[in-house]
């Protein structure tokens, strides 16, 4: 089993849409959790950092559920600039390095 | 402006010739990665280093090299024991190791002639 998973879509959703990714770890001790947005050919850019309690930046909602070990990045009326690759990224502990999900790909269309 | 800066952008190799991607950040940050990426794959980590003159080995370290020297400055050599190099190639930094999250700089793509 991968240590980070990503369902890597793509998701095909309207402009206006909400949708909704989750990201599966393995490691029950990790502790600092990310998604990060990529475009085609271009370095990932961080877009939020994952709380417990969860946290929201305009039309994007994280959240992070340790019981069941994943995160969920919403993403509310969707826009069509919201079309890319979400990457989330996981601390395992207390290792010092991030893990890599593959990334989903979401595309809206007009 | 603070950031981090890769060169070059494009970059191709010879058969049996070794590289060097450079990888500089102004942003006073103790820990830098390499990760590369292939085609609708995500990131794998090569090296990385916590703090300057100390380096680990990353998931996928075999074929490659790094030095940190300095504290703003982690080049990476692609040697040619790396038998498939062609990837894009990305370096990133952090506060600390604890201090979390990484910033990326924009790439090195990387081919073989």
């Known amino acids: 089993r991968k240590e980070v998973e990503q369902d890597p879509g793509p998701f095909n959703v309207p402009e206006g849409a909400t949708v909704a990714f989750n990201c599966t770890y393995s490691n029950s001790a990790s502790q600092s959790f990310f998604w990060y947005r990529q475009d085609c050919r271009k370095e990932p850019k961080l877009l939020m950092s994952v709380y417990s309690s969860g946290n929201e930046d305009g039309r994007f909602t994280a959240q992070l559920n340790r019981a069941s070990q994943y995160i969920s990045l919403l993403i509310r009326d969707s826009k069509l600039s919201d079309s890319a690759t979400y990457l989330c990224a996981v601390t395992p502990s207390n290792t010092g390095k991030l893990i890599f999900g593959q990334g989903t790909t979401l595309q809206v269309k007009p | 402006d603070g950031g981090i800066t890769q060169s070059p952008k494009y970059l191709f190799r010879k058969e049996g010739q070794n590289v060097t991607l450079s990888c500089e950040q102004n942003?006073?940050?103790?820990?830098m990665y390499w990760y590369r990426q292939d085609p609708g794959q995500g990131l794998r980590l090569i090296y990385y280093?916590?703090?300057?003159?100390?380096?680990q080995k990353g998931d996928i370290a075999e074929g490659y090299s790094v030095s940190r020297e300095k504290k703003e400055s982690f080049p990476l050599t692609v040697t040619s024991a790396q038998k498939n190099p062609t990837a894009f190639y990305l370096c990133?930094?952090?506060?600390?190791?604890?201090?979390?999250?990484?910033?990326f700089g924009d790439g090195t793509r990387l081919s073989i002639l």
């Open positions: 942003l006073n940050h103790d820990a």
């Open positions: 280093s916590q703090i300057v003159n100390d380096f």
């Open positions: 990133a930094s952090s506060e600390d190791r604890f201090n979390q999250p990484q910033h």
